[in-house]
């Protein structure tokens, strides 16, 4: 009788261990694919922080440094004579 048991539980047991070995593979590939993603975003985050940086440093640029420059120019409408 427990011959006939075991021989019935072992092709469950059997597929149940190739269903776990498809899930893990499966869980695998997915998680390089999380990780392929998340080196991505690593990448375009230093990319948009390095051009967040450019942007602020001529932002300051302009307001420090040309906007004194700029005061002192004549405005538009009085280079065009409406003033």
């Given amino acids: 009788s427990s011959a006939t048991s075991y021989f019935v539980i072992t092709p469950i047991l059997v597929n149940e261990v190739h269903e776990l070995d498809e899930t ?10 999380a990780e392929d993603t998340l080196q991505t975003l690593v ?6 922080e390095h ?15 040309c906007m004194g420059m700029r005061k002192s120019f004549p405005c538009t409408a009085r280079l065009v004579g409406y003033v």
Wanted: proline residues 0%.
């Fill in 24 to 33: 893990i593979q499966s869980l695998q590939q997915r998680l390089r694919d």
């Fill in 43 to 48: 990448r375009s985050k230093a990319v948009l």
């Fill in 51 to 65: 051009d967040l940086a450019v942007k602020a440093n001529s932002l300051f640029i302009d307001q420090e440094k």
